[in-house]
Structures are given as structure tokens and as C-alpha cells.
């Protein structure tokens, strides 16, 4: 019920400030909006916060707003004119889009870890007991068992979880271990540009396929975004595990503490960097490039890596990341390089008429 109640609450937050409701010292602070996927809602709430206090101990106001839905549809109503002064969203390929329509400037991604400033990964969430004994992604496909996940068409937490699945299906060994320090230049999947050849055994997998078919086959329903997938499970309790992203199977965890949810690692993962971005037509026209600037380079300060840490996502920095290392295990992933890049996933996974629209039969 907390996550359906924070979900309203937030939407309502996000009018509010739009229309310039608020203190009159809120009103008379520069403000920016921080246009973002729909899991990240407590992250970026208490960043704000955090980054409002950093910049008025050095004498300045700024007030950052937020947005929240599935990536995809964000990116949408970006392009649409929704006033963004940043982006931080779930996929590279979700600013790319923004880039190729003149909303953004290339170079992006020259930021440390290609604009990423912290990482995450997609894990299973099961119900007390783990009744239905959920082990890894080939538990997923058994009869009786029924998977909750949301719809990559929309989600990009549900992306991330369709090439676990495929990776998986393909029998694709992992062959990097998650370190939050290893260096840009030689970390696997940090982009476009290190995008390795696109691996036709893995993109014309008939195993994975077949795989991935029958994982859909035992989901129930798909929700537009990964924290709806999350209140389906959890409030409405339907679905024996939750393909989640990892922070939100540890908020549901927190959330929900009485129903005795157990989060599993299934034996490799992807590895998820959401990228983030100025919105340059937007700053240069609100003359807001300052603010938002400070804003992308605060979030990789030692101050908001502990933040990023405590709340169950991957911090850049290698002190926060030992301090959560117990609750952010490292893992063995699998890497967006190892596909060909976002450029080649995009369109043959779920692009129109792409292997997700061929695969999935809907209910």
C-alpha cells in the first residue's frame, strides 16, 4: 500500500511544483526538472534534497522538480516538449533517441562511466519461503510457476530482464564480474561506442527464443513500467516471483516486510548503467545550463555515491560501494556490448515487429 500511496503522492508533488505552488522561497528558487524512470522516485526525491542543501551552503537556490514513468514513455514526452532540463532514464538508448531529434547535443556521454553514475541489475523476487523453490532464470519457464514482469516495450527495467532471459536462453557464459571502479575505457558495454560486433549466434539464438517464448507464456499480466510490476506483486500479491529491478526488490522488501519477501540473484545478470544527460535545448532556452550542470556532477560527489549506495543501487565510488557491498553482492553479468549495442537491440528486440512482438502472445 506505501508504494501505491508514494506513487500518488509523487504524481501530485510533481503538478504541484509545476504549477509553481509551494513556499515563497521555493518559488523564488532557480528551478530545474529531472525527467526520470518510475523506479526512481525515493532516489531522486532524497538527492534533490541533498543537493539543494550542498548549493545553499554555497549561496545559491535551486529547486529540482521531478517526473516519473516508464522510460520510454518519458522519453516520448520529452520529445513531445515536456520542459526537461535533465534526463536520467534507464537505458542509452532512451537518450540516443532524444540525440538523433536535436534535443540533445552528441558528447553526452563523455561524463565518467559514459554518463552512468551509478550502475544496477535485475534480480528475482520471491514470496516468503520461496515456495515455488525459484533458483535462476530457468525456474521461470516451469509449469504452474507465474512470473510478474513488465512490458519492455515500455520499461526498461523490463528490457534488461528480457536479455537476461535471452542471454540465459542462448546458454551465453558472462564474462565480466560487476566492479563499480573498473576504468570506462576497458569496462564491456559502457555504450555505443565500445559496442562489440553484433554476435549473430546470440541474436539468431533459436534456444533463446524458445526460451523467452516460454517465460511469457507463464506471465500473467505486463504493466506499463517496473514500479507497477512491483504493486502487482507485492500490493495486489498475484505472481509467484517479480523480475525487478534490484533497488525495487529491495524496497519492496522494506515496504512490505510483513509478507517476507527474498530477493534472488540468479546465477548472472545484465549489467544496467542508466545514463544521464543535459537536455541542451531546453537549458539554452531557459538559461538554466548552470544549474543543471551542477546537478549531473553532484550525483557523482562522495555524498550522493553514499546515498545511491544506501538505497540499493551500485554507486561509481569504491568507498560507498565497499560500505553496501553485503545488500550489492558482486555478481557475474552479462554486458549490452555482448548483443552489438543498444543500436542493434533496440530495433531487433523491441522495435516494431521485433523479437518481443514476435514472441509474446498477448492475453
Known sequence: MKIFLLLLAFCLMSVWGLLGSGTTEDREAEQILNVSYDSTRELYEQLNQLFAQREAAAGRRIRVEQSHAGSSKQVRAVRDGLQADVVTLALGSDITTLEQVGLIHSGWDKRPYNASPYASTIVLLVRRGNPKHIADWGDLVRPGVSVITANPKTSGAARWAFLSAWAFGA?????????????????????????????????????????????????????????????????????????????DAWLARQEFAEAGFEIVYPSATMLAEPPVAIVDSVVDARGTRAAAEAYLQFLYTPEAQNLIGSLHYRPRDPDAAARYATDLPTIPVWTIAEFGGWSVVQSRFFGEAGEFDRIYQRK
Open 171 to 247: 546458454g551465453l557464459c558472462p564474462q565480466v564480474m560487476y566492479q563499480p571502479n573498473m576504468p570506462a575505457a576497458t569496462r564491456p558495454g559502457d555504450g555505443e561506442g565500445s559496442a562489440l560486433e553484433s554476435p549473430s549466434c546470440l541474436l539468431e539464438s533459436e534456444s533463446a527464443r524458445q526460451f523467452v517464448r516460454a517465460l511469457y507464456a507463464n506471465v500473467p499480466v505486463l504493466d506499463t513500467g517496473a514500479r507497477g510490476s512491483v504493486v502487482t506483486f507485492a500490493q495486489k500479491k498475484i505472481g509467484d516471483t517479480l523480475i525487478a529491478w534490484e533497488s
